[in-house]
């Protein structure tokens, strides 16, 4: 049985990593992909997004183009972990396709409605899209399976003391999906620290393959650039825990949880409240992410991008 997914991302190297694995994976059908500012401008995460399928040898996967910043706030981008060009490394193809005429949340909506399976939404970067079809087509609730989105922490964030980027960047975005009643899992950064990638994993994938040696240019850069702040080797590849989760649930140990977002401004902002001990009576609708089964994530990820061209 496959599992009917979308992809909406701000490619990113993590992004880009995880792109490839859900491509890589017969256990998902990726019906489409969509792309939003956070790493970096739109026209960039586009752009990449688009090289990246095509480097899979997947270009008839359509990718469309979503918001260019968040709801309500000005776009913070991330250049100083993904580079100038979003997935810094590698030498970068221009795409020889392009994205599709309609809006994302036009042509989402417009998948979702036509997938005879409940889709499941796989959001990897700021929650704007998401917000935006969820608010301009609410009846697509109805056929969707779940929402697993890499973002959050339920402890100490990595662009501010609470918050980690994807909901810092878009907190009202965060807030609308979180409300939906959608069966959600969070794959916030306690679960991504334990995902990390090195020099060991990049030269494990070099030469094997156009794919996988893409990965490798990937990690060279992401690892050296990535703020030495977590005293670990490599670097959390976060978006991937999010589809590989969608693979394989066992993968992820959660808890259900109840979540707020904090949408002030100053301190707070973008923190996910996440209720771990029920002292609240806030109804616990979120699977939230605490234990990886790291050898095996790590396994899966290394086999599946060999797997490709
Ligand atoms: C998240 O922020 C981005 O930089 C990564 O792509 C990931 O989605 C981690 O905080
Ligand atoms: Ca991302």
Known sequence: ?????????????DDAIALLLAVASSELDVLAVSTVAGNTTLDKTTRNALTVLELAGRAEIPVAIGAAGPLERELVIAEYVHGESGLDGPVLDEPTTNPVDAPASEFLASIIHASPD?????????LTNIAQLLLD????????????????????GNVTPNAEFNIYVDPEAAEVVSSSGLPLTMIGLEVTHQALFGEREAEALRGRGR???????????????????????????????????????????????????????????????????????????????????????????????????
């Open 1 to 13: 049985m496959t599992t009917p997914v979308i992809i909406d991302c701000d490619p990113g190297h």
């Open 118 to 126: 409940p889709v499941t939404l796989i959001p990897t970067g700021p």
């Open 137 to 156: 087509h609410p009846d697509t609730k109805e056929n969707i399976a779940s929402i697993t989105f890499m973002g959050g922490a339920a402890e100490i």
């Open 211 to 309: 794919a996988a040696t893409f990965v490798a240019e990937l990690l060279d850069f992401f690892v050296a650039n990535h703020p030495r702040t977590y005293a670990a080797p490599g670097a959390p590849v976060h978006d991937v825990v999010a589809v590989a989760q969608v693979i394989d649930p066992a993968l992820v140990t959660t808890e259900r949880c109840g979540l707020r977002i904090d949408t002030s401004e100053g301190l707070g902002r973008g923190r996910t409240v996440v209720d771990r001990w029920h002292v609240t009576d806030w109804e616990p609708q979120v699977d939230v992410g605490f234990g990886l089964r790291r050898k095996a994530f790590s396994d899966l990820l290394i086999e599946r991008l060999e797997m490709l061209p």
